[in-house]
């Protein structure tokens, strides 16, 4: 691989982490939407959750779990915002369909909603 080739790759590399970084801003919009999800699967009569009760991670180990296989990355932004931009690997999931599209998801990764 040539100098320059590997700059760029380096280059790459860091654009990645950086747009994976930036979902950390997005997390409490992530976990007001996690229970919007469980109360609407549980129903009104479900467990008192709060968004303080949902476990929250980073998006360095948000980084770490998708390289490795064991996340997935949703992408919750309307489906403009996500074709403008959106995280690598992520998946358009708009907010508005989360609920009709929750048997599309995968049952054996986590879930990380941004």
Do not use: C, N
């Amino acid at each position: 691989m040539s100098r320059r080739e590997e700059r760029l790759e380096q280059i790459r590399k860091e654009r990645r982490k950086r747009t994976l970084l930036t979902i950390g801003a997005g997390a409490a919009a992530v976990l007001i939407l996690a229970v919007a999800i469980v109360l609407a699967v549980t129903g009104p009569s479900g467990p008192d959750l709060s968004a303080g009760d949902l476990p929250r991670i980073s998006p360095e180990e948000t980084y770490s779990l998708i390289q490795a296989g064991e996340a997935v990355l949703l992408d919750v932004r309307s489906a403009e915002i996500y074709e403008a931009l959106h995280a690598q690997d992520a998946i358009s999931l708009p907010e508005v369909e989360a609920i009709q599209r929750m048997a599309e998801l995968p049952d054996d990764r986590l879930l990380v909603f941004y």
